[in-house]
């Protein structure tokens, strides 16, 4: 199938996008990357009047540090992102994610905040910056405002967003040479994943432990350090707090199992 007619909007500005913003509100779709918003629109799961492309938005691609966190532009790549030297000083945890998005030829075209935009609960970034607790920062004629990770994704495929509102940076808070850790289950290796865990090291015995892929949006928890028998029963008592989470490719027993296997070899890597 293809989409249904649409008008196209190329700003020039940001303020130029959000006054089209509010002209449209939920009749309206922004564009950077596309590469999950023109899959929706061309099989109709999507309908739009209007497209605003923001991806030629020079104010919009840019990557820099900032208050100890490293903010990304709207339509800043996960390529282009992926080889920026910041990246892997300030935040080497999602330096260790990127490369499990998608495909080479889907990150040179889908944004970092794309995702983060789309919400899918087994996604890499948006568990990411849920882990880093990190933030996104939205602009509408009415100002701007910045939402934590956990108010902003607020279920499957849905944020908390307003139709007037465009995503214009998302905020990783630097987690510099913090033990750190990833891996993740998927049908083949771009895929998006089945189960993702995160881990990243907060004190001499402590994890904050981030599960993509389990619950409607990313689960966080936090692991006091311990001999095995310990991590193992507190990993057994946190899968039966996810969602139940299913689709077609895994069961919530099956995730849980994952879960189960998966976690203490990623929380020794962590904590080594």
Not at 146 to 168: C, H, K, Y
Not at 187 to 195: M, N, S, T, Y
Not at 202 to 221: D, H, Q, Y
């Amino acid at each position: 199938m293809k989409p249904r007619a649409f008008t196209y909007i190329r700003p020039a500005t940001i303020t130029e996008a959000v006054d089209a913003l509010s002209h449209y509100g939920e009749r309206a779709r922004v564009l950077a990357g596309g590469q999950s918003l023109m899959a929706m629109m061309n099989f109709r799961l999507v309908e739009v009047d209007a497209l605003i492309d923001i991806s030629r938005l020079a104010e919009l691609s840019r990557i820099r540090v900032t208050d100890g966190a490293l903010e990304v532009g709207a339509a800043v790549t996960q390529n282009q992102l992926l080889l920026s030297p910041e990246l892997k000083s300030h935040v080497p945890l999602l330096a260790e994610m990127l490369p499990w998005v998608g495909h080479f030829q889907t990150r040179n075209r889908g944004t970092v905040c794309g995702s983060i935009a789309h919400a899918d609960p087994s996604s890499e970034i948006p568990l990411a910056l849920a882990l880093l607790g990190g933030c996104v920062v939205l602009q509408s004629k009415r100002g701007t405002r910045t939402l934590s990770a956990d108010q902003f994704q607020t279920g499957i495929l849905s944020t908390a967003r307003a139709p007037d509102e465009m995503i214009v940076a998302a905020r990783f808070p630097a987690n510099g040479k913090s033990g750190h850790a990833f891996r993740e289950t998927s049908r083949r290796h771009g895929d998006f994943a089945i189960v993702g865990i995160a881990a990243l090291k907060t004190g001499a015995n402590t994890l904050r432990l981030g599960f993509g892929g389990v619950s409607s949006r990313p689960f966080i928890s936090t692991l006091e350090g311990g001999n095995a028998k310990a991590v193992t029963d507190e990993i057994e008592k946190l899968v039966w707090q996810f969602d139940g989470y299913e689709d077609m490719h895994a069961t919530s027993r099956m995730r849980r199992d994952l879960v189960r296997r998966m976690a203490p070899a990623l929380i020794e890597e962590a904590f080594a």
